[in-house]
């Protein structure tokens, strides 16, 4: 179970370069009527290592059902190459809050759009957790800032 809030971004929050990050390519396979949806992943972490993997995803909102499991070059080069829309691609670093981690994406494709993910162990958490003051508005509840519909229809306007 993924229990997840997601921001817009008010500003870039200080020493963001000192944190670590990623550099992840991300292609949408499958996108149903309900939302649920595959995908693969090229992850880069700053290390140089690099990991692929297939995701699943199914619900919406807040709180939804994911897996995933390893791949190989050639899948996600395959699979990527099927995309439904356009791959995304985004530089994610992971700045460590009150135990949990905050992802702070700047995407590179689709241009000018950043995003701040906050995973929770629990709905309780999810809904107790306050925004730091770079937050901006929460679009959590906002089907237009799901990855796949980003990767269907662009920065949502």
């Given amino acids: 179970m993924e229990i997840e809030r ?3 971004v008010a500003r870039i929050p200080e020493n963001l370069d000192t ?5 992840i390519v991300q292609a949408y396979t499958m996108i149903a ?6 995908r693969v992943r090229r992850e880069r972490e700053c290390t140089g ?3 692929y993997k297939k995701g699943r ?7 939804r059902v994911e897996g995933s499991e390893p791949i190989t070059k050639l899948e996600f080069e395959t699979e990527s190459n099927n995309a439904l829309g356009m791959l995304l691609e985004k530089v994610r670093y992971k700045i460590p809050h009150n135990g949990r981690k905050i992802e702070f994406n700047i995407f590179a494709n689709p241009r000018d759009l950043m995003l701040i993910e906050v995973e929770f162990d629990t709905d309780e958490q999810a809904k107790e957790f306050v925004p ?26």
């Avoid at 009527?33 to 595959?38: N, R, V, Y």
């Avoid at 995803?57 to 709180?63: E, F, N, P, R, T």
């Fill in 6 to 8: 997601r921001f817009l």
């Fill in 19 to 23: 944190y670590p990050f990623s550099y």
């Fill in 33 to 38: 009527e309900d939302g649920s949806e595959e």
């Fill in 49 to 51: 290592e690099v990991k």
């Fill in 57 to 63: 995803k199914v619900g919406v909102g807040i709180s």
């Fill in 132 to 157: 730091l003051d770079w937050f901006g508005q929460e679009v959590t509840d906002d089907p237009r800032y799901n990855g796949q519909q980003i990767a269907l229809h662009g920065i949502p306007k």
